[in-house]
């Protein structure tokens, strides 16, 4: 019991921390899914080709390989001395992008192809067609399957705690390794996962109800 | 039967001024099935071209390859002397100037009736926003939905959404409208309404191409009936000859089904 007071500066670090990488991966997320998305429904075939791999081989691999790759390889032929964190999110951001490409795009396909015919007649680009027309009337669809890949996002990035980042997953087992009841860390830990993920939902059934209304 | 081919002239490209979209020797297929069967038609300026003929006759495929929603296998489409571009930018850029009208309306749901008829101008034209508001309000007058210009679509009815989108491909200030069966989706009474709107811009000049099930706008507003069946031009004539006195024995057999129950 007394482990959380005791150590509350640690497990705020954790909390914090959990939140940032969170965050921060599903910003990445999102901006690279929805743009794979394009690519993957754009009318140029190596874009095409392009999202199909890129989404084949990101959801297809284990998140933990990713890690490595991103800690051991990633650092050693791009970017020498980037922070654990940024390697995290990167990691975290990319392999969660491929999820919400698929959203996004199955969002794509519940909007009648007229609508994007009647834009393009009107002589809108392909851009503009999927920006002001397709995309905010897929957002009502995505937005569920959205929710539930930011909540396993959130608990995926426990692994970057393993590759040291100050995360929740790190923080209990440092207070583990020094010998403190495991049973009250776990639940300190679980209770602050889940208000990170029930946060996520939370805003995402308001959004859905934002986007019920607009109409 | 058709008076085509006058634009193939490789000493210099000036087809005839009059001339606004040319077909030549266009082909089509899906899969086995070889929709357009080598058209030739053109359209001159200011002219209502009715396409009509049985289901399946290729005729609302026709009237989507001049805006190359459809891509041709074969053969050329050219609108005021330009070859269609192949997808991008510069088609963009001439689509702008095809109007499109649908069977099933196809406006923008999540937007309302006035953005739906300014969008085109301000990211298409780059018209300024006043400027495009005042068109727009002044289109759907016309077109008798004035009154609604801040509903969305599906709170109006199948003739008014259908009188919307024409007003929203003539705020792009097109050379030519394209209508794909625009009265097939709606109950009989709202067929005049969106039929009223269509003569009165057949009357102001506008070229059109119009397929349709409806013979009594055919007879009243086109310059020339086009009667299509599998796939290929079967007969080209003015109304009143093509009505009173078909010659093909297919047209003749389509008149029979259609004008006597």
Not at chain 1, 133 to 159: E, G, H, M, Y
Not at chain 2, 156 to 172: C, D, N, P, T, Y
Not at chain 2, 204 to 213: L, S
């Amino acid at each position: 019991m007394n482990v959380l007071l005791d150590h509350l500066p640690e497990f705020r670090d954790g909390f914090l921390g959990t939140l940032a990488l969170t965050a921060a991966s599903a910003a990445l997320a999102l901006i690279l899914g929805v743009l794979i998305a394009g690519f993957r429904v754009s009318p140029v075939p190596p874009l095409r080709a392009f999202g199909t791999a890129w989404v084949t081989l990101l959801r297809n691999t284990p998140l933990t390989l990713l890690f490595l790759v991103a800690f051991f390889v990633v650092p050693l032929i791009l970017f020498p001395g980037v922070s654990p964190f940024v390697l995290a999110t990167l990691a975290l951001g990319f392999y969660t992008s491929s999820f919400v490409c698929e959203a996004v795009r199955s969002g794509i396909s519940t909007v009648p192809l007229g609508q994007a015919e009647a834009a393009r007649s009107i002589g809108m680009t392909f851009m503009q067609t999927l920006r002001m027309i397709v995309l905010p009337q897929a957002t009502r669809t995505v937005i569920p399957p959205l929710s539930s890949i930011f909540i396993a996002l959130t608990k995926n990035s426990a692994i970057a705690g393993a590759f040291s980042n100050t995360e929740l997953f790190n923080v209990s087992k440092l207070l583990s390794d020094k010998g403190f009841a495991i049973g009250w860390i776990f639940l300190w830990i679980a209770l602050a996962y889940l208000v990170i993920t029930f946060t996520i939902s939370g805003i995402f059934r308001l959004l859905e109800r934002r986007l019920e209304v607009a109409r | 039967m058709s008076e085509v081919s006058v634009t193939k002239d490789p000493g210099g490209p000036a087809p005839a001024v009059d001339d606004l979209v040319v077909l030549t020797g266009v082909n089509k297929h899906f899969g086995a099935l070889h929709v357009l069967q080598d058209i030739d038609l053109t359209i001159k300026r200011g002219e209502v071209v009715v396409v009509i003929g049985p289901s399946g006759s290729g005729k609302s495929t026709l009237c989507r390859t001049i805006n190359r929603l459809e891509t041709v296998d074969s053969g050329s489409i050219t609108i005021d002397g330009k070859p269609l571009p192949q997808e991008g930018r510069e088609l963009a850029r001439l689509r702008a100037d095809v109007g499109m009208v649908f069977q099933s309306f196809n406006l923008f749901a999540h937007k309302t009736v006035l953005e739906n008829v300014t969008l085109g101008q301000l990211k298409v034209r780059k018209s300024d926003k006043k400027a495009a508001e005042q068109k727009a309000r002044a289109l759907l007058d016309r077109v008798g939905v004035g009154s609604q210009a801040d509903k969305y679509p599906a709170q109006l009815s199948g003739g008014q959404q259908q009188r919307v989108a024409i007003a929203r491909a003539l705020a792009m200030d097109p050379k030519v409208m394209l209508f794909d069966e625009p009265t097939s989706a709606l109950d009989p009474e709202m067929i005049n309404e969106v039929l009223e709107v269509m003569q009165q811009l057949a009357r102001d000049g506008m070229t059109m191409v119009v397929v349709t099930h409806e013979m009594g706008f055919a007879r009243s507003a086109a310059n020339r009936v086009v009667f299509m069946a599998d796939g290929k031009i079967v007969e080209e004539a003015e109304p009143t000859q093509f009505f009173n006195n078909p010659r093909s024995d297919r047209a003749k057999d389509f008149l029979s089904k259609i004008l006597h129950h």
